[in-house]
């Protein structure tokens, strides 16, 4: 069963505007969740993570929000770029960081 | 920067060939990772190793089998490729230290294998 779950396959957005990406997991014995970018025909690469004891984590243009209690976690790009054009994952890890659970992906484009 | 280096981009097998993807990683990793990618499916777990000789399976292990003899290395082996095993195999490492904050996988270029 899936443990983290991606319900939009796919999202596009203006040159400039706000991307907002999200993800819901059920296992709330994860601390740890991450976003991956991955271009085609290259493997993923780190974007950003947030811990569990943290409900906001920003990092240039790109800020993960964490809501606990629903079990949802968001990116939000600001403002968005084409190069910004990829899909991108959610992933979360247990306490021993020795696991990553993957999403389904968000096919994200950016419309110049 | 880590380093995680899968042995080809591309690769072509026949049905019932034995695959072997090798995967090194320069980082001194404990923790290293095979995945595949299917459009739909995201990254599936195929197995997982945390030490030299040491594996445990992922979501995904059947048909594959995987061998850790030192610890920057990790192979993924098709015992008998079938043409649904054609897929994009992902290939990470990680270190977790607390003091480092989360944990964060490394990939691989990744190994696009078409089984024909």
């Known amino acids: 069963d899936q443990q983290v779950k991606q319900n939009s396959p796919s999202l596009s957005v203006q040159e400039g505007r706000i991307s907002i990406l999200n993800c819901d997991y059920t296992?709330?014995?994860?601390?740890?969740f991450l976003w991956y970018k991955k271009y085609p025909a290259e493997g993923p690469t780190f974007l950003i993570s947030i811990s569990s004891i943290k409900d906001k984590n920003e990092d240039g243009r790109f800020t993960v929000f964490l809501n606990k209690s629903a079990k949802h976690l968001s990116l939000h790009i600001v403002p968005s770029q084409p190069g910004d054009s990829a899909v991108y994952f959610c992933?979360?890890?247990?306490?021993?960081?020795?696991?990553?659970?993957f999403g389904t992906g968000t096919s994200l484009t950016v419309i110049p | 920067d880590v380093k995680v280096t899968q042995s080809s981009r591309y690769l072509v097998k026949r049905t019932g060939e034995k695959v072997f993807l090798e995967c090194v990683q320069d980082?001194?990793?404990?923790?290293m990772f095979w995945y595949r990618q299917d459009p739909g499916l995201g990254l599936r777990l195929i197995y997982f190793?945390?030490?030299?000789?040491?594996?445990e399976k992922g979501d995904i292990p059947e048909g594959y089998s995987v061998s850790r003899e030192k610890k920057e290395r990790f192979s993924l082996i098709l015992e008998s490729a079938s043409t649904n095993q054609t897929s994009m195999y992902l290939c990470?490492?990680?270190?977790?230290?607390?003091?480092?904050?989360?944990?964060?996988?490394?990939f691989g270029q990744g190994t696009r294998l078409t089984v024909v």
């Open positions: 992933a979360a890890s247990p306490n021993t960081g020795n696991q990553f659970y």
């Open positions: 190793s945390y030490d030299v000789k040491m594996k």
């Open positions: 296992n709330s014995m994860f601390d740890y």
């Open positions: 990470a490492s990680s270190l977790f230290l607390v003091e480092l904050g989360a944990p964060k996988a490394f």
């Open positions: 980082m001194d990793h404990e923790n």
